[in-house]
């Protein structure tokens, strides 16, 4: 199973809605989770099963999507959020899959 | 709290071995299904291996298939990925990283582990 990221990069300035689409070459159901990466850090779960909000992570971003058709939504950008931003589907796991990555840049 | 701990990387020429360790720590690591995903320098994630709780169902990714070998001793809760036949393709950080669920999710990543094929 592939996944197409798209952007592949964006640039946005704080206080903005963004919105990463994830494509899956065949239906995943609702395995898929979405990670943000930092320069140096490892990746950092932020929502899983496509919708549900990982605990701790702040309710700016939220998940949606079934099938093949996923987004990720940053409703006000804060300057923390720059980052790298991947979608990982679990639905054939193991093995697991990731997005080749959006990167989000400040405007 | 929740704790991978990985070492072992380094410099190691073409055609060499290396073997990662992925402490863990804060939980039941035999309970847990774990990875190993690398990332190349400047590149996006890839999944290496993946290995159950017990240890008796193994997988592993076309790339690293007949070269990589994933373990764990449950007793040591310690996570290991042999690497032999490096290729500079292997140049990467790589990061254990523990699976939960169902669903299934992997929430728990180490801080990664350089690993660098070079003559």
């Known amino acids: 199973i592939q996944l197409t990221q798209s952007p592949s990069s964006l640039s946005a300035s704080v206080g903005d809605r963004v919105t990463i689409t994830c494509r899956a070459s065949q239906g995943i159901s609702s395995y898929l989770a979405w990670y943000q990466q930092k320069p140096g850090k490892a990746p950092k779960l932020l929502i899983y099963?496509?919708?549900t909000l990982q605990s701790g992570v702040p309710s700016r971003f939220s998940g949606s999507g079934s099938g093949t058709d996923f987004t990720l939504t940053i409703s006000s950008l804060q300057p923390e959020d720059f980052a790298t931003y991947y979608c990982?589907?679990?639905?054939?796991?193991?093995?697991?899959?990731f997005g080749q990555g959006t990167r989000l840049e400040i405007k | 709290e929740v704790q991978l701990v990985e070492s072992g990387g380094g410099l190691v020429q073409p055609g060499g071995s290396l073997r990662l360790s992925c402490a863990a720590s804060?939980?039941?690591?035999?309970?847990?299904?774990m990875n190993w995903v690398r990332q190349a320098p400047g590149k996006g994630l890839e999944w290496v291996s993946y290995i159950s709780s017990s240890g008796s169902t193994i997988y592993y990714a076309d790339s690293v298939k007949g070269r990589f070998t994933i373990s764990r001793d449950n007793a040591k809760n310690s996570l290991y990925l042999q690497m032999n036949s490096l290729r500079a393709e292997d140049t990467a950080v790589y990061y254990c990283?523990?699976?939960?669920?169902?669903?299934?999710?992997?929430?728990?990543w180490g801080q990664g582990t350089l690993v660098t094929v070079s003559s």
């Open positions: 804060g939980f039941t690591f035999s309970s847990y299904e």
């Open positions: 990982q589907q679990l639905n054939s796991y193991p093995p697991i899959t």
């Open positions: 990283a523990r699976a939960s669920g169902p669903p299934v999710i992997v929430d728990y």
């Open positions: 099963a496509a919708s």
